[in-house]
Each structure stands twice: as C-alpha cells, then as structure tokens.
C-alpha cells in the first residue's frame, strides 16, 4: 500500500467458509487503522458449496471496490482449487495465503495437482496451511480456518493491517457466543510457523 495505490485482497472459497464474513473483520479492521476500505462480494450457489469471492481495498483513499486482473497484492484462499482460479488477479509481487482444503466436485482436479500448480505459480509467494485441519484437531470447528488464515497474514506482515486491529474487529464484529473461539483461532495463528 502506497500513498497512490490501495492494498488489493482477493478472498476466494466456498459456501459455509465464512468468507463475507472475514470480508467483513478485514473491513472494519482498516476503518480501526483510520483506513479507507471498499468492499465487493460475488456468490452463485454458495450455500450449497458454490463459488464465493470477495474483492477489498485498503488504502488512504480508495474510489473503487473491484480489483483489476493482474492487480492484487493477496490472494486468500479458504479453499485451493478456489484460489487458483483466482491466478489470473495475481502478479510477479501477488502473495497467496491458502488453506489447504479440498473441496470435491465431478472432475475437478486432485489435490496434488493444485497444490503443485499454486506452488509453481507463486513460488516463494505462496504459503499453503492446513488450517482447517488445524483447527478441526485444537478447537473442534473448521469453519474457523478463515479467522486463523487472516490472523496469521497479520503476524506475518502479508497486510497492511496490524494484529492487534484484528483482533479489535473480531471483538466487536463476532456474536457474543462465538467471541471466545475466534479469539483461541486468533491466538493459535499467531504461534503458527
């Protein structure tokens, strides 16, 4: 993010994920930075596990939500397969974040087969986690993998946004009952490597 230029997110997964509603942490997480911040959703059938992406841009003064082809700085993917059909956002400088989960559709490619691809294409950009494994196995909910992914693209600095601006949007943004859990999901990325 520069002075002139927003930071570009593209957020790709499937129905169920959470991905409007990690839209949404991100959005106010900008706005707590005294950031400008516009958002745009795309969904077909996601609940029924269709396509679901989202476009967000951060900067000084943003006019538009939609990012251009070729113009995205991150590409977070809550599913692989999503986010590699989302390539044709990234760049030579586009950093993928990507839960490793695979979602099965009739002749769709197998796992390997994308995992190999996204790791061809962003080289030492990309990051694959098993972040729905991980907090299936530490607190019992895949669905948390998106709060875990945003939260380690905050430690890691793939953002412009701070850990602690997160956090503050999970506070006020998750309902009550689930507040506890996102913020274990929070932590437990944190410590990630």
Do not use: W
């Not at 992406?53 to 070729?70: C, D, H, N, Q, W």
């Not at 030492?124 to 098993?130: A, H, Q, T, W």
């Not at 019992?140 to 412009?160: C, D, I, Q, R, T």
């Amino acid at each position: 993010m520069t002075a002139n230029k927003p930071f570009n997110i593209i957020i790709a997964g499937v129905g169920g994920q959470g991905v409007i509603t990690l839209t949404q942490i991100i959005a106010e997480a900008a706005l707590i930075q005294g950031l400008d911040v516009k958002t745009s959703e795309l969904h077909g059938l996601s609940q029924r596990g269709g396509s679901v992406e989202t476009s967000i841009k951060i900067g000084k003064k943003v006019y538009s939500p939609l990012v251009a082809r070729g113009a995205a700085d991150l590409i977070l993917g809550q599913e692989i397969t999503e986010a590699l059909r989302k390539i044709y956002y990234a760049n030579s400088k586009t950093l993928l974040l990507a839960n490793r989960l695979s979602v099965s559709y009739p002749n769709s490619p197998s796992e390997k087969r994308v995992v190999g691809e996204l790791k061809r294409i962003f080289k030492r950009k990309g990051r694959i986690i098993e972040a729905s494994k991980i907090c299936k196995e530490e607190l019992g909910k895949e669905v948390l993998s998106g709060v875990f992914l945003l939260s380690f693209a905050a430690h890691n600095k793939m953002l412009p946004l701070k850990p602690n601006s997160i956090l503050k949007a999970i506070n006020s943004f998750v309902p009550k009952k689930y507040l506890d859990i996102n913020q274990k999901a929070f932590k437990l990325a944190k410590d990630y490597k």
